[in-house]
């Protein structure tokens, strides 16, 4: 079974804390994409089930909007900033930030450079 590790750290001056989420499920959906710089609307095909999601992390390296299933009407749109990665998973106490199974991403970049889009899931595969 996949298992994916989350690790979150805080330090001010001399103190520090760390806290290390171990998210374990039997599916996962994994992608790496190279986003050219002015692109609009690049397709990326990845199957996320929103009611078997267990975990999913999104990263650019560069700023990034993203949305998902239509690049016109889409389900929910992603503003992702470089470096800055959306981190959801179950029992978070936050909410999803996918309101809808996703059978595709739509990635635009204006950034004035070419981006990497890291995209990792943790999904119930036997729901």
Known sequence: MPTHKINQDWQAGNESLSKQITITADGE?????????GSTDLA???AIDYSALQLLFI???????????DGSTPDDTLT???????VWYDGCGYSNP???????????????TDATLT???LQ???P
Do not use: F, H, M, R
């Not at 990263?59 to 299933?69: G, K």
């Open 29 to 37: 959906a994994n992608i790496e994409v190279a986003v050219a710089d």
């Open 44 to 46: 990326i095909n990845i």
């Open 59 to 69: 990263v650019a390296d560069q700023d990034l909007t993203i949305e998902t299933n």
């Open 80 to 86: 992702l900033k470089a470096g800055k990665p959306i």
């Open 98 to 112: 996918l309101s809808a199974d996703v059978t595709a991403l739509y990635a635009t970049n204006a950034s004035g």
């Open 119 to 121: 995209v990792k899931t």
């Open 124 to 126: 119930d595969a036997t």
